[in-house]
């Protein structure tokens, strides 16, 4: 006996909640089961509750404090959650909510909102709050006199748009009507300076406003809450490393390695789609040149937040070298007193600095224009060093206790002098049987369809190509019925083509379904996975409107917006639409989690 045939519902109705539940993440599909609960709940006691449904919505949301955020690498969602802990350990009523999982239509309501949300690349918003960027800033946007709001914007200052969206939303709701309780927060990538005292704030504010509410009804958990997880982002699992395999060819200019560590005993899980967090220490030998170039004794003793640390210590364990900064380059600018330097910091000079920001290391700036700094000011001006995020290359459900990575171990010279990677260099100078700090960072919205039946494309070059070796062990390893198409893509077939024997046995077993290959060198004409989505238009169209789910994972700056672009161009010409109805329909996907980017 099915599960359907014992379901009360008449047939036509399990199809419409099938097609309801399809592509949510648990914490929607917690919060919709709590919704019909208290629906069937207001029916039993009578349908009295069903006559001031309006009146009890807008008297909860007055009550209520609730929490907006729109992440693509996790950091938005970890301190939106952090404050709805706090809050609800101040005991407020708060909600914490995914910025797609929000129903536009409360905002009407609410009372007290904050957002917390990230910029990406150029401007962009997360893929999880395209939709409510979109509708905040258009007609249907209601008026908000009765709003009281704050907002906390992430970004990275390397980047020329600094915490644009983050302003965006903030002006937006402003020009509704919205009240600003304070000024909106603009924490850069190492967040804790900014987001910490904005949080504290944020908390003091709510138990003002919410302070005379009281809540009507006594809120009943839908689940027993679980313990955090032992390790996580303040306190990492040392993870032995079991495999450090370079997977390119001899002859290529790329290093690639596949890594593999050990969790046994860590009790970290993760599924197809996670990242992995990878906590780095500088290069000695870096370091090493830090401190020449600024004629600085490493055993000098610097104290920051009541903590006392040796300067090579703090530099080489606790602050960026590898990546500059716009805030370092303007104290820089200031301590040099070089007029070029200032101007490059003008608004007009955003993309050329950017572009410098590309190419410079922290050592690069150092050693062309001079400045006196102390070991104290030093410390105080650099960015804390962050851990980076690694897309998962295996199935949990197949290598058990033990997590992949396919890393790019970033290694060149400027002036012939060697540069290279926080992380890539940290990871790929580790010998076996070495720890690596490490922690799971979920990424719900890249994780494979619930339904095993669906299709899915994959659109993966480069160290791109990690997630979705996870994707087909972790398909194959479960039965699905769907198809898998691969679309993967590097420099050169013979030294570049990264798990090359795993992907033809795949196709040999029947657990990869489609292959399609683009090596940009190998010909005189350039050759991206772009131009072989446009090669097979006809056929990716197809699989789309056949329910398919779409997964693109990679460089943002420019593959993944060539790939949006191809995209837009094959709905346009095999769905007969305009180019503006076609990026609306791939907006929808995006907003039904039938098309989900790990971009970085």
Not at 34 to 44: K, P
Not at 107 to 112: D, P, T, V
Not at 373 to 380: C, E, G, K, Q, R
Not at 428 to 435: D, I, K, P
Request: with cysteine; net charge negative; hydrophobic share 40%.
């Amino acid at each position: 006996m099915t599960a359907a045939t014992l379901s009360p519902l008449p047939e036509d109705k399990q199809a419409l909640a099938a097609r309801l539940i399809e592509g949510l993440d648990v914490a929607a599909l917690h919060w919709l089961s709590g919704y019909v609960a208290g629906i069937a709940a207001q029916r039993q006691a009578g349908g009295k509750a069903a006559s001031t449904e309006a009146v009890a919505s807008v008297t909860e949301s007055q009550a209520r404090l609730t929490v907006l955020y729109g992440s693509q690498t996790g950091n938005a969602k970890r301190l939106a959650e952090e404050l709805g802990r706090r809050a609800t350990a101040a005991g407020l009523a708060v909600r914490v909510v995914r910025a797609d999982a929000y129903p536009v239509r409360e905002l009407k309501q609410e009372r007290l909102l904050y957002i917390v949300i990230s910029t990406q690349g150029d401007a962009e918003p997360p893929d999880d709050s395209r939709a409510l960027i979109e509708f905040l800033g258009s007609a249907r946007a209601p008026k908000l006199e009765s709003l009281r709001y704050a907002v906390l914007g992430l970004g990275d200052s390397s980047y020329p748009q600094f915490c644009a969206i983050g302003r965006q939303v903030d002006q937006r709701l402003a020009v509704l009507g919205g009240q600003r309780l304070f000024t909106a927060g603009e924490a850069d990538v190492d967040l804790e300076s900014v987001s910490q005292p904005w949080l504290e704030q944020a908390l003091q504010q709510a138990r003002e406003q919410l302070k005379t509410a009281t809540p009507l009804a006594k809120v009943t958990p839908l689940r027993t809450a679980r313990n955090a997880p032992v390790w996580h982002r303040e306190q990492p699992f040392a993870a032995p490393l079991l495999l450090n395999q370079r997977i390119t060819g001899r002859h290529s200019d790329r290093d690639v390695r596949h890594l593999e560590l050990s969790l046994e005993g860590s009790g970290l899980r993760y599924a197809p789609g996670d990242a992995l967090g990878v906590w780095p220490t500088q290069a000695p030998a870096l370091v090493d040149a830090v401190l020449g170039t600024l004629r600085l004794d490493g055993e000098t003793s610097v104290q920051v937040a009541g903590e006392a640390l040796s300067l090579r210590t703090w530099l080489g364990e606790r602050r960026e070298l590898t990546q500059l900064t716009r805030p370092f380059f303007a104290a820089h600018a200031e301590r040099s007193g070089e007029i070029a330097l200032r101007e490059w910091l003008a608004p007009t000079s955003r993309e050329a600095l950017a572009e410098l920001f590309s190419r410079w290391q922290l050592l690069d700036l150092l050693r062309r224009h001079p400045a006196d700094w102390t070991a104290d000011t030093l410390v105080a001006a650099l960015r804390p060093l962050a851990p980076r995020l690694y897309s998962i290359a295996s199935s949990q459900a197949v290598v058990g206790e033990e997590v992949h990575l396919t890393v790019s171990h970033v290694d060149y010279a400027i002036d012939g002098e060697a540069r290279w990677g926080a992380a890539s260099r940290y990871l790929a100078g580790r010998a076996e049987g070495e720890t690596v700090p490490v922690f799971i960072e979920s990424n719900e919205r890249f994780h494979l369809p619930a339904d095993d039946s669906r299709d899915i494309i994959m659109i993966g070059p480069g160290t791109g190509v990690a997630p979705f070796r996870a994707f087909v062990q972790e398909r194959a390893e479960r039965g699905a019925g769907g198809k898998n198409w691969l679309l993967f893509g590097n420099p050169h077939f013979q030294s570049d083509f990264l798990y090359q024997v795993e992907w033809q046995q795949a196709l040999k077993s029947g657990q990869l379904h489609r292959i399609d290959l683009a090596f940009s060198r190998d010909q005189a004409d350039k050759i991206y996975v772009q131009h072989r989505l446009r090669e097979q238009g006809r056929r990716l169209y197809e699989w789309l409107e056949g329910g398919a789910h779409l997964y693109v994972c990679g460089d943002a700056s420019r593959m993944a917006k060539d790939v949006h672009k191809a995209l837009i161009e094959i709905v346009a010409e095999h769905g007969t639409r305009t180019a503006e109805d076609a990026e609306a329909w791939l907006n929808l996907l995006i907003q039904q989690g039938r098309y989900a980017r790990d971009v970085y």
